[in-house]
């Protein structure tokens, strides 16, 4: 097996670890699915506060997903004028008192025009055509709309999308939710191996354990919002390391591909 | 074999007549006719359907036009399947031809998926092709061929053009020979008796004893109540293209010749008509 292949079994490990670690920093994960069934997904929700420009209208529908496994430099034009966007979220900003819900944490933009409050829901699944974990999330407005792709594209920091269409960590699309049969924006997993690569062998290298979950988590979720607190980093590697103490970790470092 | 080639044509020919009808609840500025069509089973509903659009664009005031949508006796149909399961799955014992009601209205963002235009569609096809070829040939030779290589692929199924599909779509049907088929069969079997929408997990086409896997060893392990223990009376279908295909049918024969052109084999368990 491939060191950069997740299986099934090892999406569960590296779950559980994260959501013990997400329970002692209150980051408000949870397990959805049959209990002891490994058909689930993990869940959270989170209120942000987001500026929908629907002035910018992206053409999202070049990306499809053919091209969204390549660049699309020509899209990246146009794009300047967001840049002014200040980007306050001090994502690693989590504090050891945090109530499960943090709203302070999930303000992504503040700029001219008006904020509104989004209720964005995520869940984490396993792909068993990709070995790899896929992220999926929803978001509705206070009222109870649904965001269309535009407006998701449109909520997204216009760095991060300039990186979805231009590297290979994809593009967001329209999806049935595997488990649930309702429409999910997803990231798309095609290129997901492709990225963890040099994550995982820089882990082998070092003699690290990675939990590829979190890792993943790391990459992929800022650009939708969702932040992934350094505190899960520093509970698995303390300054002073003694692996012993470790949980058990998911992805073997050391172990030969 | 000749005999296999011709599978995949009568497969790739398949078609449902089907009569759509307007929403009643829609607002006409006159009656609205109600409009035929021969569907392909393995294209997509809002990939065939600009002409049903068109028709009944003439009888609704523009602005009360919003996206199209499709429904049949209160299941909102999803694009996202190809037609022919979308018949099977649910209005399999129906008299035909099959009765679809069109919507301008009240679009089900819960249950469905927007679909504004035939990029969309395009996107959604070659995503699946990609799963698939994931699942048979780590994604290997689909990524091997070109831009122009998918666009052949694509424009193939819109434009009903078999050979034009099927010069391109056998690369991704071959194999080692010595493998004995692929590394994991691409399928999704679907039911309506729950929320989940189909099972996918991957499977083998071999045994690790090196025993051909046959749809009925699929079934047993994906989804065991479909099939009846000897003796008892049968209650459900296994379906693929509106055929009951023996469940001693090897699975990468199945997976070769009855997969959709998306390169998923997908597989309806329906209860068997009680009358």
Not at chain 1, 90 to 101: A, C, H, V, Y
Not at chain 2, 9 to 23: A, E, H, K, S
Not at chain 2, 138 to 157: C, I, P
Not at chain 2, 223 to 231: D, F, I, K, R, T
Request: hydrophobic share 35%; net charge negative; glycine share 4%.
């Amino acid at each position: 097996m491939s060191l950069c292949v997740l299986d099934e079994e090892n999406f569960h490990l590296c779950c559980q670890l994260l959501l013990q670690l997400s329970e002692q920093l209150g980051d408000g994960w949870s397990w959805e699915g049959g209990q002891g069934s490994q058909e689930g997904y993990l869940r959270k929700t989170a209120l942000r506060s987001v500026v929908i420009d629907s002035s910018s209208v992206w053409d999202y529908e070049g990306g499809w997903s053919d091209t969204s496994c390549q660049s699309q430099s020509e899209q990246q034009e146009g794009e300047q004028e967001q840049a002014a966007v200040d980007a306050s979220a001090d994502t690693n900003s989590i504090k050891g008192d945090l109530e499960e819900q943090d709203e302070d944490d999930g303000v992504c933009v503040v700029s001219a025009g008006s904020s509104q409050l989004l209720q964005y829901e995520y869940h984490i699944l396993h792909s068993c055509s990709y070995s790899t974990p896929v992220l999926y999330f929803r978001t509705c407005t206070q009222e109870g709309r649904s965001l269309s792709l535009e407006e998701v594209w449109s909520s997204v920091h216009p760095n991060y999308r300039l990186r979805l269409q231009s590297s290979p960590l994809n593009t967001i699309t329209l999806q049935e939710h595997p488990l649930l049969g309702q429409p999910f924006f997803m990231l798309h997993p095609c290129r997901t191996e492709e990225f963890m690569r040099p994550v995982l062998q820089a882990a082998q290298d070092q003699h690290r354990s990675v939990n590829y979950v979190l890792s993943w988590l790391s990459v992929v979720g800022p650009m939708v919002g969702l932040d992934v607190p350094l505190k899960y980093s520093t509970l698995l590697h303390p300054a002073a390391p003694s692996p012993a103490e470790i949980l058990p970790p998911c992805t073997e470092a050391a172990s030969s591909t | 074999m000749a005999d296999d080639k011709d599978v995949l044509r009568d497969v790739w020919f398949g078609r449902i007549p089907t009569c759509f009808l307007l929403n009643q609840d829609e607002v006409t500025e006159r009656e609205a006719e109600p409009y035929y069509l021969l569907l392909p089973r393995v294209s997509y509903l809002t990939l065939v359907t600009d002409k049903v659009k068109k028709h009944f664009h003439k009888v609704i005031r523009t602005e009360d036009a919003e996206e199209m949508w499709f429904e049949y006796e209160g299941t909102p149909l999803k694009w996202h399947y190809p037609i022919g399961v979308l018949f099977d799955l649910h209005a399999s014992n129906t008299v035909l031809p099959w009765s679809i009601t069109v919507h301008f209205k009240n679009f089900p963002d819960r249950d469905l998926l927007h679909c504004p235009s035939h990029s969309v569609i395009e996107a959604h096809f070659m995503s699946s092709i990609k799963e698939a070829d994931a699942l048979k040939h780590k994604s290997q030779v689909v990524n091997d061929m070109q831009k122009k290589d998918h666009k052949q692929l694509w424009m193939g199924l819109q434009n009903d053009k078999f050979d034009q599909f099927w010069a391109m779509n056998r690369k991704l049907m071959e194999y080692p020979t010595e493998d004995g088929g692929f590394r994991f069969i691409p399928f999704r079997i679907y039911q309506t008796m729950s929320d989940r929408p189909f099972i996918q997990k991957q499977y083998r086409p071999v045994s690790p004893e090196g025993n051909v896997h046959t749809l009925g060893d699929l079934m047993k392990a994906m989804y065991p109540v479909a099939l009846s223990n000897e003796g008892e009376p049968k209650r459900f279908q296994v379906v693929i293209h509106g055929i009951e295909p023996l469940l001693e049918t090897p699975l990468q024969w199945l997976s070769e010749h009855l997969s959709h052109p998306d390169n998923f084999l997908h597989i309806c368990v329906i209860p068997v008509p009680s009358d």
